[in-house]
């Protein structure tokens, strides 16, 4: 709370002090080996694996699957949303996310017009918002077409900020949570702004409920409320939370990873440049929009993605589980044997697993080739956790970093100052280091340093 968001770095220098396994708090212990992982995240529905409170209690939205307890009700809520998230669903989503990059783009031309810097992360954020807003509740305004890209949803988006404050004086956040929201605006207006948001969510969830037929598959929320599961699970108060928590984990996550993307194919010419000889053999034409199944054999896209989703991961928090029915054994690289008995909160992090040098080689360079050569290294990314409670929105996720990143660089070519005549529409890295994009804080989400303006670039037409 102090030092806001630091003590993920204080626990990886634990680690280079005491080793891979560490109590990192008097009740969490942290390892940091990733061939621990698949013990820990059991992708099997029958050992019981369970988030610990210190996850719990940040989201205060108990309603939803990220923040459910318990492994049966995890199971049975999760049953529900698992379908809309199938490699095969999100496939269907193409048009979705084809119409948003054309968005984009438009809005991209605007902005070359405009002359000024844009702040991508901003455009991002808004377009992978529209996406999942769209795909929740359907149709309806849309970020994009807001002259601003809707920055206030960044400012709802700030007392994120305050993550660990709600984590660990759980009693504040939860009574300033049962505020009405003009108060809580008159109070603290950032808060109050997101509260005002939920409560949106809450009148598209009642909205969807009272249309008199329910469109079948028409959106995630149209098929809970349509389908058989207990009267009590479709409350709106549950269904706010899970809708709130797919809005926000939907798109600031994916958001953040893009522009990692994007800033590291701008200062590498050499890299953006073999990256578009792929693109072109599936994308003869600049301006054509991606067609999703023929990304998916691309080497060079995919590798430099998956560099991407590790060296930046959009969630940082700590992934703390507890195993009520089981001792976990950790067998350590010097061959001790550690017990942890169950019940024990243990957790690993992404910003430090995935920078595990016994498993990277230059752990902290953005080197794409490493998963060339290596496609099994996937196996150990902690971005999107593993097991049963991994992120849902994966494969939405892919498809979104696939698409995106696709579009942008067959589209445009990186500004050339030594020529006269582009060949096209260009961009430029504007006044953005790696500093920019690089994990700062562990704000459940990703930061970088306080000030710092994200991803910005110049675009010419
Ligand atoms: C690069 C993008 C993303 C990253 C890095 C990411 C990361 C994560 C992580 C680490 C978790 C597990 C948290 C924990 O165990 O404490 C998680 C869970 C979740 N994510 Fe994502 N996520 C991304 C995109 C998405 C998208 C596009 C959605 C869209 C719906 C989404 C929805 C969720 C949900 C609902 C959960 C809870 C799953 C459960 O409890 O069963 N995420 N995500």
Same mark, same amino acid.
């Given at each position: 709370?102090?030092?806001?968001?630091?003590?993920?770095?204080?626990?990886?220098?634990?680690?280079?002090?005491?080793?891979?396994?560490?109590?990192?708090?008097?009740?969490?212990?942290?390892?940091?080996?990733?061939?621990?992982?698949?013990?820990?995240?059991?992708?099997?529905?029958?050992q019981?694996?369970?988030?610990?409170?210190?996850?719990?209690q940040?989201?205060?939205?108990?309603?939803?699957?990220?923040?459910?307890?318990?492994?049966?009700?995890?199971?049975?809520?999760?049953?529900?949303?698992n379908?809309?998230?199938?490699?095969?669903?999100?496939?269907?989503?193409?048009?979705?996310? !084809?119409?948003t990059?054309?968005?984009?783009?438009?809005?991209?031309?605007?902005?070359a017009?405009?002359?000024?810097?844009?702040?991508?992360?901003?455009?991002?954020?808004?377009? &992978?918002?529209?996406?999942?807003?769209?795909?929740?509740?359907?149709? @309806?305004?849309?970020?994009?077409?807001?002259?601003?890209?809707?920055?206030?949803?960044?400012?709802?988006?700030?007392?994120?900020?305050?993550?660990?404050?709600?984590?660990?004086?759980?009693?504040?956040?939860?009574?300033?949570?049962?505020?009405?929201?003009?108060?809580? %605006?008159?109070?603290?207006?950032?808060? @109050?702004g997101?509260?005002?948001?939920?409560?949106?969510?809450?009148?598209?969830?009642?909205?969807?409920?009272?249309?008199?037929?329910?469109?079948?598959?028409? %959106?995630?929320?149209?098929?809970?409320?349509?389908?058989?599961?207990?009267?009590?699970?479709?409350?709106?108060?549950?269904?706010?939370e899970?809708?709130?928590?797919?809005?926000?984990?939907?798109?600031?996550?994916?958001?953040? %990873?893009?522009?990692?993307?994007?800033?590291?194919?701008?200062?590498?010419r050499?890299?953006?440049?073999?990256?578009?000889?792929?693109?072109?053999?599936?994308?003869?034409?600049?301006?054509?929009?991606?067609?999703?199944?023929?990304?998916?054999?691309?080497?060079?896209?995919?590798?430099?993605?998956e560099?991407?989703?590790?060296l930046?991961? @959009? #969630?940082?928090?700590?992934?703390?589980?507890?195993c009520?029915d089981?001792?976990?054994?950790?067998?350590?690289?010097?061959?001790k044997?550690y017990?942890?008995?169950?019940?024990?909160?243990?957790?690993?992090?992404?910003?430090?697993?995935?920078?595990?040098?016994?498993?990277?080689?230059?752990?902290?360079?953005?080197?794409?080739?490493?998963?060339?050569? !290596?496609?099994?290294?996937?196996?150990?990314?902690?971005?999107?956790?593993?097991?049963?409670?991994?992120?849902?929105?994966?494969?939405?996720?892919?498809?979104?970093?696939?698409?995106?990143? #696709?579009?942008?660089?067959?589209?445009?070519?990186?500004?050339?100052?030594?020529?006269?005549?582009?060949?096209?529409?260009?961009?430029?890295?504007?006044? &953005?280091?790696?500093?920019?994009?690089?994990?700062?804080?562990?704000?459940?989400? %990703?930061?970088?340093?306080?000030?710092?303006?994200?991803?910005?670039?110049?675009?010419?037409?």
């Amino acid at each position: 709370m102090i030092r806001r968001g630091q003590y993920v770095w204080v626990v990886e220098e634990m680690h280079r002090k005491y080793g891979p396994i560490v109590r990192i708090r008097p009740d969490v212990v942290h390892i940091n080996d990733p061939t621990f992982i698949e013990k820990l995240y059991s992708q099997s529905p029958k050992q019981r694996r369970e988030r610990y409170w210190t996850v719990l209690q940040t989201l205060q939205a108990d309603g939803s699957i990220l923040a459910t307890r318990d492994h049966e009700l995890h199971r049975r809520r999760r049953a529900v949303l698992n379908p809309f998230f199938s490699q095969q669903n999100v496939r269907r989503l193409e048009p979705i996310i !084809n119409d948003t990059l054309a968005n984009l783009f438009y809005r991209m031309d605007g902005w070359a017009k405009a002359g000024e810097p844009v702040r991508m992360n901003v455009a991002f954020r808004a377009a &992978t918002k529209d996406i999942i807003q769209a795909y929740a509740f359907g149709e @309806g305004d849309k970020c994009l077409d807001k002259e601003d890209c809707e920055t206030a949803f960044f400012d709802i988006m700030a007392p994120s900020r305050l993550a660990h404050v709600g984590t660990h004086i759980f009693w504040l956040a939860n009574l300033l949570g049962k505020l009405p929201p003009k108060v809580m %605006t008159a109070l603290v207006p950032k808060v @109050g702004g997101f509260t005002s948001f939920v409560e949106g969510l809450a009148v598209q969830v009642d909205e969807i409920r009272k249309a008199k037929d329910l469109p079948e598959g028409k %959106t995630i929320f149209h098929e809970i409320i349509r389908s058989d599961i207990p009267e009590s699970e479709k409350e709106t108060r549950r269904l706010k939370e899970e809708a709130m928590i797919i809005v926000i984990a939907g798109s600031e996550t994916t958001a953040s %990873t893009l522009a990692a993307i994007l800033y590291h194919l701008l200062s590498d010419r050499r890299l953006f440049n073999r990256l578009k000889a792929e693109l072109e053999i599936v994308m003869p034409d600049r301006n054509e929009l991606p067609v999703a199944s023929k990304l998916d054999s691309l080497p060079l896209l995919n590798a430099i993605i998956e560099e991407a989703v590790r060296l930046y991961p @959009g #969630a940082t928090h700590r992934q703390d589980r507890i195993c009520p029915d089981e001792d976990l054994f950790y067998e350590a690289p010097n061959g001790k044997t550690y017990v942890i008995p169950a019940g024990s909160a243990v957790g690993m992090a992404a910003p430090i697993l995935n920078r595990n040098p016994d498993l990277y080689d230059q752990p902290d360079e953005f080197i794409p080739e490493r998963y060339l050569e !290596n496609p099994k290294l996937s196996k150990y990314l902690m971005s999107f956790s593993r097991g049963t409670r991994q992120c849902i929105g994966i494969n939405l996720a892919y498809q979104e970093l696939q698409t995106f990143t #696709a579009g942008i660089v067959r589209r445009y070519d990186i500004y050339d100052p030594t020529v006269k005549t582009q060949n096209g529409p260009t961009l430029e890295l504007y006044q &953005t280091t790696r500093e920019d994009i690089a994990v700062h804080s562990d704000f459940i989400t %990703t930061a970088p340093y306080k000030g710092s303006l994200g991803l910005r670039v110049m675009i010419r037409d």
